[in-house]
């Protein structure tokens, strides 16, 4: 029997050409995954923290000891793990609406937000609820040509009213390179510097444990993000995070919950296991994202489209972009993806409207857990110039073989 990892020419230079650098995610999967031992040994997780609660959930001993090791992970003083959390938007937006108060301003700072937070910011949907119906202003510093946070201009652009400085780490549906842990440590510096009473807000999805580091170690004051993405590791049903100063940590838990309650109540409703699981599991899954990403980098680089991160950047996040130039190819591809998921191969994807975002979405993502693109999914906007935008795997072999198949349907 040949045990060649595949038969296509191409693929197999891309593999023996990423061999080295798929080693160095491996000595980064295992660091992540001693600091997250570590933590659990710290609180002596054991099975007793896997029991739920229903209700009010009050004394539940899994939630709280969950917590107490997703802080220490995270390098924050405490954090808020929750399946009531819906979307990573979601807890995002209880973190702005817990630190926001009537006539302070949001400053973003990496330019224009992801799709789904533009309603929660009033810059789309006005009078739903949004930060602008309750009487706080939104600015953006615009990025460099490059892609870049400019950050020569904070100093201009911070002002009296800034309260929170928002920082989106990934790409979102934009094309520019992602937000290291370096570039993040400087910008934060400088915010600080500028003005020190500025409150450092980072949108950390799809970026957990793909450093060694995670944004509060390097001066972020909060953190939040989703639980079906990275730090859930493939199997959290639902949920998300909020994590940083405890100060903050509260008040984001008075929006979620209400003030007087904020974190002493929230039924776990099964899901402490599959939440500590996850969290083991987590560095592994993201590791193997960010081999799937330098596959398809790799790839599709070699056959000239142009792809954000390029296969020598650095990653700090699991999203790869290629741009495809048109809505046919970007359908094609979405459409091969959901053939060769384990669930839901049976559907054909087409674009159409998504709540929350701007444009029509075409969306693959045969996954276990509804929208858990750390698994196996790809999707992108369909607007100029079309780029698609692969997040996950839970193996890259899962995308190597994609790459076969979907090689072959284009002829090449």
């Not at 959930?57 to 390098?75: N, T």
């Not at 817990?98 to 937000?113: F, H, M, Q």
């Not at 046919?328 to 959901?338: E, I, N, Y």
Request: glycine share 10%; net charge negative.
């Amino acid at each position: 029997m040949n045990h060649a990892l595949t038969h296509h020419p191409l693929l197999s230079q891309v593999i023996a050409d990423l061999w080295d650098a798929f080693h160095r995610i491996d000595a980064l999967v295992k660091f992540n995954l001693i600091r997250v031992i570590q933590a659990m040994r710290t609180h002596r997780v054991g099975v007793h923290h896997f029991q739920t609660t229903t209700g009010y959930g009050h004394g539940d001993q899994g939630r709280e000891v969950l917590e107490q090791v997703f802080a220490q992970v995270m390098g924050a003083e405490a954090a808020l793990v929750r399946p009531q959390f819906f979307s990573g938007t979601h807890a995002i937006a209880c973190a702005l609406y817990g630190i926001l108060r009537p006539g302070d301003e949001l400053l973003s700072v990496t330019g224009a937000p992801y799709d789904t937070l533009e309603p929660v910011l009033g810059i789309r949907e006005a009078g739903s609820g949004s930060l602008q119906d309750f009487g706080i202003t939104y600015r953006q510093l615009d990025l460099t040509p490059e892609g870049r946070v400019n950050v020569d201009q904070l100093a201009a652009v911070i002002h009296a009213k800034t309260r929170v400085a928002l920082i989106q780490r990934s790409c979102g549906y934009s094309w520019r390179p992602s937000v290291t842990i370096a570039e993040l440590k400087h910008l934060i510096y400088t915010i600080k510097q500028i003005n020190s009473r500025v409150i450092c807000v980072v949108d950390n999805c799809y970026g957990e444990f793909a450093e060694t580091q995670e944004p509060p170690m390097v001066g972020a004051d909060v953190i939040a993000g989703s639980l079906i993405k990275n730090p859930g590791g493939t199997i959290a049903p639902c949920g998300g995070y909020v994590a940083g100063k405890k100060e903050y940590v509260l008040l984001a838990a008075n929006r979620l919950n209400a003030p007087g309650i904020g974190c002493e109540a929230g039924a776990s409703l099964g899901c402490n296991r599959l939440f500590f699981q996850g969290l083991f599991l987590a560095p592994q899954m993201v590791g193997e994202a960010l081999k799937s990403g330098l596959l398809l980098a790799a790839t599709f680089s070699r056959l000239g489209y142009p792809v954000q991160p390029r296969v020598d950047d650095p990653r700090t996040d699991t999203i790869q972009a290629i741009e495809l130039g048109n809505p046919t190819r970007l359908t094609d591809f979405c459409r091969a993806l959901q053939r060769l998921s384990p669930v839901g191969s049976y559907l054909d994807p087409v674009p159409a409207p998504m709540p929350g975002y701007e444009s029509p979405l075409v969306m693959a993502g045969g996954t276990f857990i509804d929208g858990s693109t750390s698994e196996f999914s790809a999707d992108g906007p369909l607007r100029p110039p079309y780029i698609v935008f692969c997040q996950g795997g839970t193996t890259w072999l899962h995308w190597l073989w994609a790459l076969e198949e979907l090689l072959s349907e284009w002829g090449l």
